[in-house]
């Protein structure tokens, strides 16, 4: 979150491609990628979705990527055992909404296609239709939902310090819950709507926040605090739960 800046040419990753290394039996896609500003080579997994990459520092460290990836199979293997299966949105899919988990269910209304049902012993999320649309359905549904929510509470923090943010963007980040780019706009992951409010509520007044102080310095968190109390519950939430929000409706999901 904060600021995003733009790197300059020199520092971009210029430069990717992808190579399969077998670890445990299995191929795992492993992607290289050219980033001037790393200091070594760095292999990740990504908490959430298992994804595995190589960072190198110059064209000629990439050519090591690979061997330097298999030099470190065994670490992989234990970060991908670790990673949490993923969760598709589909009939019977336990997910959570505002926090609450919810069951998708069938459901039979045919003046909406998505809506949420709390008439049972568990919150469930309807949906009508063929089976075939339920994940597009439940995703346009969570996203239409993120968008409502998201602006209707950077409108309430933008009148609170009096600034406004030139354009508000909802989508799928992998990395940010939001960001405050320099020409004023406001970014955020729709996946904060499966988090409780109070998160939601957390992201978006540390992002109108930057509106008026652009940085992270003293002034800007006796800012947010201002706005919002503590800081520290839901920034102690992002950091222990906030990986798990990306095994939903997975980006490289069927």
Known sequence: MGKARRAKPSQRRDF??????????????????????????????????????????SRRALDDALAFARKESGWIAERL?????????????????????????????????????????????????????????????????????????????????????????????????????????LSFSWRLILAPPHILDYVVAHEVAHLREMNHGPRFWRLLESMVGNVERPQAWLNTHGTMLHRYAPRNGG
């Not at 997910?95 to 049902?117: A, K, L």
């Not at 063929?130 to 998201?150: C, G, P, Q």
């Open 81 to 185: 055992e670790n990673v949490p299966k993923p969760v598709f949105l589909e009939l019977g899919a336990r997910i959570p909404f505002r926090g609450e988990v919810h069951v998708i269910r069938r459901g039979e209304e045919r003046n909406r296609p998505v809506w949420v049902d709390r008439g049972g012993d568990e919150p469930v999320i309807r949906v009508a239709g063929h089976n075939e649309h339920t994940a597009r359905r439940v995703e346009d549904f969570l996203k239409r939902e993120a968008r409502r929510s998201l602006n209707a509470h950077v409108v309430d923090y933008a009148a609170m310090i009096g600034v406004r943010p030139a354009r508000v963007v909802v989508r799928d980040t992998a990395t940010r819950w939001g960001s405050c780019s320099s020409g004023r706009i």
């Open 16 to 57: 990717a491609r992808s190579a399969l290394l077998r670890i445990d039996g299995r191929p795992v896609e492993v992607a290289l990628q050219l980033n001037t500003r790393a200091k070594r080579l760095i292999v990740k997994v990504h908490p959430a979705s298992g994804a595995v990459s190589v960072v190198a520092p």
